[in-house]
């Protein structure tokens, strides 16, 4: 368990419907990630927050993914009008930004299954 | 867009073998890190290595690291079932944002 935590953990849907995942981060994290990974590839990086403060979106994330982290501590992750290429595992991670590197830890992740 | 290639895709050993997994990436880096994921799990951060250092071990696990060639390998010896996952380089996609590239990952076997 590395102190980040994901809800759900799995969620099924049907296309066209809308779905929210949360992630509660590591408490003194101060940045947040969020990414995508399909089966058999490596998790790609969607967005990121520092602090509240939402400061890049991959051109993954369409117009029908938002996110939001309103006070700086967990973060939504919402997935409008939902498509079967949708389905994937979103993991979310946090990290202390330091002088040096800053070591992401990362949630379970949310395993989406578009039907 | 992914970082670059890992190599083998798939590997399958006996316990108590050795495991080397390649990974090439594609731009300049300041360090390069290395994740295990268990089945269907989170990422688990193994070990790290900056762009000056050419080797660092870490238990059974031993890293290099060639900037010339854009390539590093993880290597793990006396290798357990309970090493059985994928495994996944990774860099930095830029010094200010801490995004990660990662790799499309190995997927190792180990039969007890």
């Known amino acids: 368990d590395t102190g980040v935590s994901q809800d759900p953990r799995h969620k099924i849907t049907k296309r066209g419907q809308n779905v929210t995942f949360r992630c509660d981060p590591i408490?003194?994290?101060?940045?947040l990630y969020w990414y995508r990974q399909t089966l058999g590839q490596g998790p790609e990086f969607l967005t990121y927050f520092q602090n509240e403060a939402q400061l890049e979106k991959s051109r993954l994330l369409s117009d029908r993914f938002s996110a939001e982290r309103p006070k700086g501590s967990f973060s939504t992750l919402e997935i409008q009008r939902t498509e079967q290429g949708d389905s994937a595992m979103y993991l979310c991670?946090?990290?202390?930004?330091?002088?040096?590197?800053?070591?992401?830890?990362f949630g379970p992740g949310t395993r989406l299954t578009v039907l | 867009s992914q970082q670059g290639e890992e190599d083998p895709q798939a590997l399958s050993i006996q316990e108590g073998e050795n495991a080397t997994m390649n990974c090439s990436y594609k731009t300049s880096i300041n360090n390069l890190q290395w994740y295990r994921q268990n089945s269907g799990r989170g990422l688990v951060h193994l070990i790290l290595i900056r762009s000056n250092e050419r080797e660092k071990h870490s238990g059974r696990l031993r890293v290099t690291l060639d900037t010339s060639k854009k390539s590093s390998s993880l290597l793990i010896t006396a290798s357990r079932a309970a090493d059985t996952a994928s495994y996944f380089c990774a860099t930095f996609g830029s010094s200010n944002t801490g995004k990660l590239i990662f790799g499309q990952g190995t997927t190792l076997q180990v039969k007890p």
């Open positions: 991670a946090s990290s202390l930004l330091t002088k040096s590197y800053n070591e992401q830890f």
């Open positions: 408490s003194e994290h101060n940045r």
